[in-house]
Nanobody, 123 residues
Framework: QVQLVESGGGLVQAGDSLRLSCAASGRTFSGYAMGWFRQAPGKERELVSAISWIGGNTFHADSVKGRFTISRDNAKKMVYLHMNRLKPEDTAVYYC????????????????WGQGTQVTVSS
């Protein structure tokens, strides 16, 4: 069992930066790939970024490539999403998710989810 708690969201202006954090707790964090998803009102949940357990493999959606960076600190059981040059279209609830295996592009394949943190970017 893995519990995930996100933090770091907020209201910012276009062009600003934010860092989202995801704290994992539970029996083990070992072997879990992590993903950051987001869901805007009326839209499906989409994968923003993902990282493998060792951290060597990462994925970033085209919409955030070059602006967002995912990282993890396995010793601290933390996953981060560094978001730069934020745009109004980045406004959404951001969720941290864990999958015991390599990362997947599908939200349905992640076993554990956090409660989400709201990111609002004003123009």
């Amino acid at each position: 069992q893995v519990q995930l708690v996100e933090s770091g969201g907020g209201l910012v202006q276009a062009g600003d930066s934010l860092r989202l954090s995801c704290a994992a707790s539970g029996r083990t964090f070992s072997g879990y790939a992590m993903g950051w998803f987001r869901q805007a009102p009326g839209k499906e949940r989409e994968l923003v970024s993902a990282i493998s357990w060792i951290g060597g493999n990462t994925f970033h959606a085209d919409s955030v490539k070059g602006r967002f960076t995912i990282s993890r600190d396995n010793a601290k059981k933390m996953v981060y999403l560094h978001m730069n040059r934020l745009k109004p279209e980045d406004t959404a609830v951001y969720y941290c998710a864990a999958r015991h295996s390599d990362y997947s592009y599908s939200a349905y394949e992640y076993e554990y989810w956090g409660q989400g943190t709201q990111v609002t970017v004003s123009s």
